[in-house]
């Protein structure tokens, strides 16, 4: 194939309530140090759209039910609404 990854644009469906989230943040790792929620990793963004890239292995062409895409190293819970797929390029 031309492209061994794709980038995935997909919406967090786990967010948690609406709720107004702190500007900043504690990740574990910096022990005690603040950052902006938005360069972290929190489970309550603001923002319910994310962009992961994943290294692509195949596609399945089910008839019946649809195309669907095979990737490694996705860490993302069952359920996902993916957006859009983007192919990349050799990386």
Known sequence: SDFSHVWLLFLFHDNGPATPPRAKVKPPRLVG????????????????????????IFFVDRNSVGLF???????????????????????
């Open 33 to 56: 140090a603040t950052k902006g929620i938005l360069a972290t990793r929190a489970l309550h963004s603001p923002n319910p759209i994310g962009l992961s890239l994943c290294r692509f």
């Open 69 to 91: 895409f095979v990737v490694d190293a996705l860490s993302q819970s069952y359920g996902l609404s993916l957006c859009d797929l983007f192919l990349g390029g050799h990386i």
